[in-house]
């Protein structure tokens, strides 16, 4: 009697609306539309379709925006036949300050059941999918800031074994400046010296599950995230063995080890930025005071 071994296939995605195609979903993926063209009913001539141009809400770098902002459509081809597919460019323009764009190569296919269902594959788009990586995060890379970029472009392209691998080796390479940074801040907003000296200790165990491990209960109350912390986060997921996970499971660690990490390095930068500008306005202060009496 035979056995079936055979794993069950990975479940089809669920069909998803075009803009949430373009904002959320990484180059290389075909995905069915649920109205990825717009259906017109020209009087003699029947239905005809065009691709659809949905408002959509990026990221826009320039200081005017610095954020989530809406993009508008603003050139490209739109005309596709039923019962066809059409290779086009599209480019999208910040509806805020008019000189970000957004373009997206894309390959879409339309079912001609008088619907506006179809499907499309992405090959693209410029500036690279997803937000920017926040320069805080970065800073505390160094000279391995590529690499950790290198990650983000594996993530991005549904790469899970490989982003982990990136994230963990930079984030391991560089434990030493993660809690220089960390104890900068444990000794700015006053934290007891016992914290300090199990931060210390941490920085200096050779071994990075163990550095994260020993400090589970010693961060700063401002540098928590959702009440948790953050470290112990981190050692949960990069302790988690790389050849005993799936790649869909590799890709979700590596998502939240860089989630975590970018929240972290703002907290952090946060935190310094607040305790030297107390410091600022004290120092005014008290000069003023000094003037005063003079």
Same mark, same amino acid.
């Given at each position: 009697? @035979? ?80 019962? @066809? ?208 009496? @003079?």
């Amino acid at each position: 009697m @035979s056995t079936n071994n055979q794993e069950p296939a990975p479940a089809k995605p669920a069909p998803v609306s075009f803009a949430d195609f373009l904002e959320a979903v990484p180059p290389n993926q075909l995905r069915e539309i649920t109205d990825v063209v717009n259906v017109r009913s020209a009087h003699g001539s029947g239905i005809t379709y065009e691709i659809a141009t949905p408002e959509l809400s990026l990221h826009c770098g320039t200081e005017t925006c610095n954020g989530k902002r809406f993009f508008r459509y603003s050139a490209g081809t739109r005309t596709i036949q039923a019962n @066809s597919n059409a290779k086009v460019f599209f480019t999208y323009l910040c509806a805020n300050c008019q000189k970000t764009q957004k373009i997206f190569a894309l390959h879409v296919f339309c079912d001609g059941s008088g619907a506006r269902t179809g499907s499309c594959y992405k090959f693209g788009e410029h500036p690279n999918f997803g937000p920017p990586t926040p320069t805080r995060l970065l800073r505390l890379f160094g000279n391995e800031r590529d690499l950790f970029l290198k990650g983000r472009r594996c993530e991005n392209q549904g790469l899970g074994v490989a982003a982990f691998a990136y994230y963990r080796r930079v984030v391991e390479n560089h434990k030493n400046q993660i809690f220089a940074e960390i104890i900068k801040v444990a000794e700015k907003v006053g934290a007891p010296a016992e914290m300090i000296a199990a931060l210390e200790a941490a920085k200096a165990e050779t071994q990075f599950s163990k550095a994260l491990a020993s400090v589970k209960d010693a961060l700063p109350q401002v540098l928590m995230v959702n009440g948790h912390n953050p470290l112990a986060l981190l050692h949960s997921a990069l302790s988690a063995g790389l050849h005993e996970q799936s790649d869909e499971r590799c890709l979700e660690l590596a998502h939240d080890v860089r989630v975590v990490l970018a929240e972290l390095a703002d907290r952090m930068g946060q935190a310094l930025k607040d305790e030297a500008e107390l410091n600022t306005a004290v120092s005014r202060l008290l000069s003023a005071r000094a003037e005063k009496k @003079s």
